[in-house]
């Protein structure tokens, strides 16, 4: 039921649309979405309530600065605002995957030719990815009509990512595959063949509806950051066990740790690692999916 404001305008409590996708988060996750939802909608219908809140946030801030950085100022945030900016920057803070755009009807179309042979080297998938794709390399899809981008990382992952509207930075979809799989599934809402592929996907919907709900305008940025930090999802140990493989209980079989803490890739934390010049020195924690329910 729409709240009915004294002045007759109706507030639209986009936060219940927002929940209704949060099955598999955690309280505290939905409890904080809802809460920033509400927040914006309080600003942008009664911005007077919010005069003397901002001196206090930023005094608050200052006490517990020791504890984290949390500086997300508009003009850092501008060289973000349209897709072009974002994906621009993301192949200079990540050279080692390759991002490709493509309009939803021709990826689609050359869904079923991802063909890739496990003895191919890194140099003739990427020669040979590029030839059959040529359509989806970047530049030549126009900005606004880019539906999806494809994050192939060689002999380890390729990531769909599907945008609502088309052109825009607000990711509604992302499914992790092998990049070797190839049909009409590989889609932003398909599901992989592999179980380690599957549940790094059902991980991934949820780092999604968190990334949207906290820092909806960087979402994308932060997004595509969290999913590079699975280039070490075969060589990485577990940060808990400290083993490469567990058995997990439910599918009785042996996996990789697939939990990246998407929580740890705020907007704020990807510009502090750039801004240090120490982005190759890469300290992301990987835990099994037993482990990081004991962990966390």
Known sequence: MPLVCPDGAV????????????????????TRLALKAFTDQKRRFFPHLDDGVEANESDSKKRCGSEEVTFEPKEVMSFLRTLPDVLQSLEKEVPNVKISTFERLDWLKCASTLTSSPNESSEEHNYRG?????????????????????????????????LHPAG???????????????????HARGVSVHHVYRHITEYATIAL????????????????????????LFSRPCSKCKKLLA????????????HRPYWKFSFSKILSTISSKDQNSDTTMAYHIGCISEEV
Not at 11 to 30: C, M, T
Not at 217 to 229: K, N
Not at 251 to 257: C, K, M, R, V, Y
């Open 11 to 30: 507030v639209a409590y986009a936060w219940k649309r927002q929940l209704a996708g949060q099955a598999g988060a955690s309280a505290v996750d939905r």
């Open 130 to 162: 590029s030839s059959k794709r040529k359509l989806g390399s970047m530049g030549m899809v126009a900005p606004e009509k880019v539906a999806v981008i494809e994050l192939l990382c060689p002999s380890i992952f390729r990531v769909v990512i599907s």
């Open 168 to 186: 825009s930075i607000d990711p509604d979809a992302v499914a992790f595959f092998s990049p070797d799989e190839s049909g009409s599934y590989v």
């Open 209 to 232: 509806q968190y990334f949207l709900g906290n820092q909806a305008e960087t979402s994308l940025y932060s997004l595509v950051h969290w999913i590079c930090s699975y280039q070490t």
């Open 247 to 258: 058995m997990d209980k439910q599918s009785n079989l042996l996996l990789a740790p697939v």
